[in-house]
């Protein structure tokens, strides 16, 4: 006798069904104009849940699709349809969407999404980044602690004609089989996407978060551990790639503290359907919500009558801290200060969350005109951090208590010799929302930024030893006149020291390479040789 009971399958649509209809009940609103549709199996639900309002609803809506299948389905539910490009502009600036719906095929615990397994992942980061919030709709299976746990590998779009360079680029970056998408079974060959693009399938083992950051794991991929936004940045510096399927950084509400709209990735809120029929709802936590208020505001932070720290804690800063501040070459920036506290904009974007909590700190710096001060006393911290490796893995420590992080707030301000409130209350922003793990990056993307700020272009030059400073000069001097460094650019010089290069020079200018090694010229050979054997 069969069994009455709704098999696997259907319970898994009813719960893609209930999340969709209570995503749509919870954030479209009748007086929204621009939605955004995704594209996926979920997503077919939050169209009929529109539907189902009623055409008086939907009235004023026009629907933004992210692909030919969400295209349909807005075309089927009789919505009006205009393309992303189509929608109108005002003041010079496209309107925004007021929200987007969209699936996901895998979002970790701080919504940070994989999307692209329908191969449309360009469109939805269009759609998604276009809306003032974007909320994902998926079922529970699609829930997981860490991206490519249960997702194992990131979409990529690339141009056809680079996916061999990059498949090998991807091997180089820790991926351990990247392939080309097939079409099949639907047809023979690659799959193509809207945009006549090829897509990679790039596995990469589960990718960490900012919290799981320590000094030994940096997540730049030593051993295969990649954090997600260092991973992201890495991927869309390759050449050939169009877009990566990675959604991640911040979300449409954190967008508008930190005067970065249209460029918001993250969803503000998750909805799952379970097997049971419950809907699971995860959204930015009101920690989060802080965090991104005080990113831009840096309100100080009252804390309790601090403990004293563990002497391991102030010997580590102490040791590491220079001798002499006058050691430290910080350029004046106070004609950029005082422009900037008028429009208080980085000049440049940097990634990652250490880089959007140096970005608030750039805006918190300009806002107060102390940009000069903030740049040195981050400098100094920067070089503390660099010379003591330990220090980084005792600030990520998960086990410090309030009056722990109070008094490494404390010492850390001595140390940089802060007579403001900005760095502090920045610092006391880090430690109330647990990043001071971040807070070396934060030293490296603020100098990026307050680089960018002065007109500096970075220059690295790495040689096999340590270069005499007349050499260096000379490198300088020769690279000053040439088109690599814009007029009115002032050339910042670093040398690093790597001996795996065996001999000559690698010189990086902003983002240009010129590579005149030793190991690069054997390399060559040795393909040379391997070709033609």
């Known amino acids: 006798m069969a069994s009455s009971a709704p098999n696997a399958a259907a319970l898994i649509e009813s719960a893609k069904k209930a999340a969709a209809f209570q995503a749509v ?15 996926g199996s979920t997503v077919v639900y939050v169209v009929e849940a529109i539907a189902a309002k009623g055409p008086s609803f939907s009235a004023n809506m026009t629907f933004i699709p992210t692909g030919s299948q969400s295209k349909g389905l807005i075309r089927a ?8 490009d189509e929608r109108p502009v005002v003041d010079g600036v496209s309107v925004a969407l007021d929200v987007a719906f969209d699936g996901a095929d895998e979002v970790d615990e701080d919504l940070n999404l994989i999307k692209g397994g329908g191969a449309c992942l360009f469109q939805e980061k269009l759609v998604a980044v276009a809306a003032k919030k974007f909320i ?9 602690p860490r991206l490519c746990t249960k997702w194992k590998t990131i979409p990529i779009e690339v141009l056809p004609l680079a996916a061999p360079d990059v498949l090998n680029r991807l091997k180089a970056m820790g991926s351990p089989n990247p392939v080309v998408r097939s079409g099949l079974p639907s047809k023979a060959g690659e799959c193509v996407t809207d945009n006549g ?11 960490l978060l900012p919290k799981d950051l320590t000094a030994e794991v940096d997540g730049n991929g030593k051993n295969g551990a990649w954090e997600i936004g260092k991973l992201a940045e890495e991927l869309v510096k390759l050449p050939g790639i169009v877009e990566i399927g990675l959604f991640h950084g911040f979300n449409g509400v954190q967008a508008v503290g930190l005067g970065k709209q249209f460029q918001a990735q993250k969803p503000v809120a ?48 102490r040791a590491a801290a220079p001798q002499r501040a006058a050691a430290l070459s910080i350029a004046p920036v106070r004609t950029f200060a005082a422009a900037a506290a008028s429009e208080p904009k980085a000049p440049i974007a940097v990634f990652g969350l250490d880089g959007t ?21 981050l400098a100094k911290l920067g070089g503390i951090l660099d010379k003591d490796a330990k220090l980084a893995g005792i600030l990520s420590a998960p086990t410090l208590t309030p009056a722990d992080k109070s008094a490494i707030v404390a010492e850390l301000v001595k140390q940089a010799g802060a007579s403001g409130a900005t760095l502090k209350n920045f610092l006391d922003t880090l430690a109330e929302n647990n990043r001071l793990g971040l807070l070396k990056g934060v030293t490296e993307k603020f100098g990026q930024i307050i680089a960018a700020a002065r007109g500096e272009v970075e220059m690295t030059v790495t040689s096999a030893q340590a270069l005499d400073p007349k050499t260096l000069s000379r490198l300088e001097t020769a690279v000053a006149k040439s088109s690599y460094v814009g007029q009115g650019k002032k050339l910042k010089v670093t040398n690093a020291v790597n001996p795996e290069i065996v001999g000559g020079l690698i010189v990086e200018v902003g983002d240009r390479t010129i590579d005149l090694s030793v190991s690069a010229r054997i390399a060559k050979m040795n393909k040379l040789l391997t070709d033609n054997l």
């Open 25 to 39: 009940e919870d954030h479209l609103s009748p007086t929204d104009k621009f939605v955004g549709i995704g594209s």
């Open 270 to 317: 998750a909805y799952f359907g379970t097997p049971s029929g419950e809907v699971q709802r995860t959204s930015t936590s009101k920690s989060d919500l802080y965090e991104s208020r005080s990113l831009t505001t840096f309100d100080a932070i009252q804390s309790s009558t601090a403990a004293m720290l563990s002497r391991q804690v102030f010997r580590s800063l």
């Open 357 to 377: 909590y140096a970005t608030a700190l750039y805006t918190a710096a300009s806002k107060t005109s102390t940009l000069d001060a903030t740049a040195k006393e």
């Open 197 to 207: 693009m090829w897509i990679i399938d790039a596995p990469f083992p589960p990718l």
């Open 77 to 84: 539910a009789g919505l009006r349809l205009c393309n992303l």
């Open 136 to 144: 994902a709709v998926a079922d529970s299976r699609k829930q997981s």
